[in-house]
């Protein structure tokens, strides 16, 4: 799965900033009652707007080639294609906001075990393991379960940073949203917090927390039944 060479040019951008910098990544759910459904990923780097734009106008800073455009749509094109080829996911879209640097793909899926799948051949495809979930969903008793594996992999290429870079991370976050059609009757993460209108949770972890093991996305979401 091409996704990673997305990130791997948004992080080259970012790399290239102060310790100032500031991104985030956003992993959104919206799962409908008969266990369809449709995922979103953001790499969100507006508060870096600003100097990102000028970095753009350079080859290379830091020791690193500056990613172009045309190397980010290649990026966000490669990853349509490969949710081209997998089972049971439609509607993909890609969007590239140059103006404040938010990049997104979105794509429906029929069950969460399409998502499974992508996430599964991504994993298989990198030399070293980072993090992996994996995603249930029984539409009979509205049950919805996030299983989260930490690899300790994803701190040893941190560690491989430079100092200078790694600062990058400092005000980082990785965000997980699940929008439901019914209402969350509990949820098990203390980490997550369930929306007023109690059809949404969401959960906010440091990036060095990710990076640490420190942050846990595994879920169990019980959605509240409804009376016939």
């Known amino acids: 799965m091409k996704i990673r060479n997305l990130f791997k040019y948004c992080l080259l951008l970012i790399i290239g900033i ?33 100097k990102l734009a000028s970095i753009m106008l350079l080859d290379s800073i830091n020791g690193y080639k500056v990613p172009s455009r045309a190397d980010i749509q290649k990026g966000l094109e490669d990853v349509v294609s490969e949710l081209k080829k997998a089972e049971g996911i439609t509607n993909i879209r890609k969007t590239a906001d140059y103006d404040n640097f938010v990049f997104s793909v979105k794509c429906d899926f029929n069950k969460m075990e399409n998502i499974n799948k992508i996430t599964n051949q991504v994993s298989n495809n990198q030399k070293n393991k980072t993090v992996i979930s994996s995603y249930f969903f029984d539409d009979a008793r509205g049950a919805f379960k996030r299983k989260y594996v930490y690899s300790a992999d994803v701190k040893k290429e941190y560690s491989k940073l430079k100092t200078e870079n790694k600062k990058v991370f400092d005000d980082a976050s990785y965000t997980v949203i699940y929008r439901f059609d019914k209402e969350v009757n509990s949820q098990n993460n203390p980490q997550a917090k369930v929306s007023k209108s109690k059809k949404a949770v969401m959960q906010r972890v440091s990036a060095l927390d990710v990076i640490n093991g420190k942050g846990n996305f595994s879920t169990q979401i019980q959605l509240k039944k409804t009376l016939n």
């Not at 500031?22 to 369809?36: A, M, R, V, W």
């Open 18 to 50: 102060t310790i100032t910098s500031c991104f985030e990544i956003i992993e959104e759910i919206d799962l409908k009652s008969d266990g369809t459904g449709t995922m979103t990923y953001t790499f969100n780097l507006s508060q870096s707007k600003s």
